[in-house]
C-alpha cells in the first residue's frame, strides 16, 4: 500500500469464535487458515474500495441501502421472465 495507489481492503475481526485460537507469529502461524477456512462475511467489520470506506461496522456507507432494495424488487420479475426462457 502507497500514497496515491488504489486500494482495496477488508478488515476482519480477530475476537470472534471462529478466529480462534488465532496466531499472527510462532510456530503455530495460522492466520490464513483461519481466513480462507474460518471467517464469514458476518465477520467483515469493514471494507475499502479504491481508498473509500464503503462498509463500516454492517452499515452501508456509500448508498441507500433502501433505495437499492426498492430498485432490485423493481427490476427482478423482468429478470425472472427473461431466465425463465432458458429452463
Known sequence: IEPGKRADIIAVRADTPRMTPLYGEGPYFNLQHNLVHAVRGSDVAMTMIDG??????????TADLGEIIAEVRKVAPGLFARRAAFL
Open 52 to 61: 473509500q470506506i464503503v462498509v463500516e461496522d454492517g452499515e452501508l456507507k
